[in-house]
């Protein structure tokens, strides 16, 4: 059985998902405690809850100590076997965060996988958007062989949520290695700029010429397509991914999100800031891409490496635990002004 202690390294929910990620494509019974020890609700919020319960469904996993609020819980999977699946989250939860701890389970299916997940948040605070993930997360794991796709039916936003996606997933038992270590030159850096019942106020256009100023006074001409959105008319928002796609494959993103008092200009010229950084030292993959890559480099065969900007806690926190569930190793080291991550 696996013995994880949630408060290590960042102390958050990427090691609760992650875990229970690993032990599934382990078949291995997992028991987890001080769950999101170190944030300031610590135990499972909604989204962890139906995160766990759904990782669950696809594996038949005998799940104790699932409910909101437990700081501890025991994880038994059993066959992955695949289908249609359902998630509910009844909040402003982030989705894109629920389908990130399932996709590398489905990877190890018998079957093909279609999830649907509704009433959930596709664009929240603290978690990449979905488009983040559709035009940056998945086309990466295009590279190693993964055959996914994220489909929107309803943009969903904090506070009330009502949001609704599906993945759908072909199973992979040998993902080829992700290995970039050359930036390349730019060929192309391109965005979507989606609101949600708000095209009265030019919100996505806004946010999108905001974008397209700042990167253009910097060097960049950047082509971004502008949503005016109607698929949620209980909860308005908005939100801007920008990517950059380089000669050698690698795809760098940046996203931003709509709140309460903050002018649709800042949040364009947000994520174009965000992205100059990534540009400017030319790393091969952005800081939020690098922890999501982790697992399945350490699940791919051969040698994975790539570079990138900084170290963040999440980038620690999957080091130390794939390390402890897995038998591979990490090597990190700085290289000039970038991070050399490699899985040999």
Not at 12 to 22: D, F, H, Y
Not at 35 to 47: A, C, E, F, M, V
Not at 319 to 340: C, D, Q, T
């Given at each position: 059985m696996f013995e994880i202690d949630g408060s290590q390294?960042?102390?958050?929910?990427?090691?609760?998902?992650?875990?229970?990620?690993?032990?599934?494509?382990k078949g291995e019974p997992l028991h987890i405690t001080n769950?999101?020890?170190?944030?300031?609700?610590?135990?499972?919020?909604?989204?962890?809850l139906e995160g766990v319960l759904t990782a669950g469904r696809l594996c038949g996993a005998k799940v104790e100590g699932a409910k909101l609020g437990s700081r501890e819980l025991w994880f038994t999977p059993?066959?992955?076997k695949g289908g249609n699946i359902e998630a509910l989250i009844e909040t402003a939860g982030s989705i894109p965060m629920l389908l990130q701890a399932v996709l590398p389970i489905c990877l190890f299916a018998e079957k093909?996988?279609?999830?649907h997940v509704a009433k959930g948040g596709t664009d929240t605070i603290h978690a990449p958007t979905i488009n983040y993930l559709r035009y940056i997360f998945i086309p990466a794991l295009r590279q190693m062989g993964v055959e996914a796709e994220i489909s929107v039916?309803?943009?969903?936003?904090?506070?009330?949520?009502?949001?609704?996606?599906?993945?759908?997933?072909?199973?992979?038992?040998?993902?080829k290695?992700?290995?970039?270590?050359?930036?390349?030159?730019?060929?192309?850096?391109?965005?979507?700029?989606?609101?949600?019942?708000?095209?009265?106020?030019?919100?996505?256009?806004?946010?999108a010429k905001a974008a397209k100023t700042y990167l253009s006074q910097i060097g960049y001409d950047v082509d971004i397509q502008v949503v005016n959105d109607q698929s949620n008319p209980i909860q308005k928002g908005s939100s801007i991914v920008l990517w950059a796609q380089t000669s050698t494959g690698a795809v760098l993103g940046a996203d931003a999100i709509g709140?309460?008092?903050?002018?649709?200009?800042?949040?364009?010229?947000?994520?174009?800031e965000k992205l100059a950084v990534e540009l400017a030292v030319e790393s091969t993959v952005d800081v939020h891409l690098a922890d999501m890559l982790l697992p399945y480099m350490a699940l791919s065969e051969g040698k994975s490496v790539f570079l990138t900007r900084t170290i963040s806690?999440?980038?620690?926190?999957?080091?130390?635990?794939?390390?402890?569930?897995?038998?591979?190793?990490?090597?990190?080291?700085?290289?000039?002004?970038?991070?050399?991550?490699?899985?040999?």
């Open positions: 390294k960042s102390g958050s929910g990427t090691i609760l998902r992650l875990s229970i990620a690993l032990a599934a494509i769950i999101r020890q170190n944030r300031p609700q610590p135990g499972l919020k909604p989204q962890h059993q066959t992955i093909p996988i279609r999830l039916q309803k943009y969903g936003y904090y506070p009330k949520g009502m949001g609704e996606a599906t993945l759908t997933v072909n199973p992979n038992l040998r993902l290695p992700f290995a970039l270590e050359n930036f390349g030159k730019l060929t192309s850096v391109k965005g979507g700029s989606v609101c949600t019942f708000l095209a009265d106020k030019h919100v996505a256009e806004r946010q709140e309460l008092c903050k002018m649709s200009e800042a949040v364009g010229k947000e994520a174009a806690e999440h980038i620690e926190s999957n080091v130390w635990l794939i390390e402890k569930m897995l038998n591979v190793k990490f090597k990190i080291e700085k290289v000039n002004n970038l991070y050399r991550i490699e899985k040999s």
